[in-house]
Nanobody, 119 residues
């Protein structure tokens, strides 16, 4: 079982920056793919960025060049550095991870953290 805890959301002005953090804890062998998703009011949840255990990164087109994802495998932690924030980035951001435990490989979600970009 994997428990994901996010932090770092908040209110920021357009053009500002925020850094989200997510740490996995619980009983597991290792964490494989980790990523961030977001869901704005009235919209479907969408992938923002993801990173493999080996460090390969992928980004949604809308955030490429502004956001950066990184991870520490030993600390089971993933970060999302968000720069040049825009009002359209406002959403609840969710951490997501594939965790391997005695049962097998399962997908987990964090509880979400609110990011609001407004003047």
């Amino acid at each position: 079982q994997v428990h994901l805890v996010e932090s770092g959301g908040g209110l920021v002005q357009p053009g500002g920056s925020l850094r989200l953090s997510c740490t996995a804890s619980g009983s597991f062998f290792r964490i494989n793919l980790m990523g961030w998703y977001r869901q704005a009011p009235g919209k479907e949840r969408e992938l923002v960025a993801q990173i493999t255990r080996g460090g390969s990164e992928a980004y949604a087109g809308s955030v490429k060049g502004r956001f950066n994802i990184a991870r520490d495998n030993d600390a089971n932690t993933v970060w999302l550095q968000m720069n040049g924030l825009k009002p359209e980035d406002t959403a609840v951001y969710y951490c997501n991870a594939d965790g391997q435990d005695s049962v097998g490989l399962r997908n987990y979600w964090g509880q979400g953290t609110q990011v609001t970009v407004a003047s």
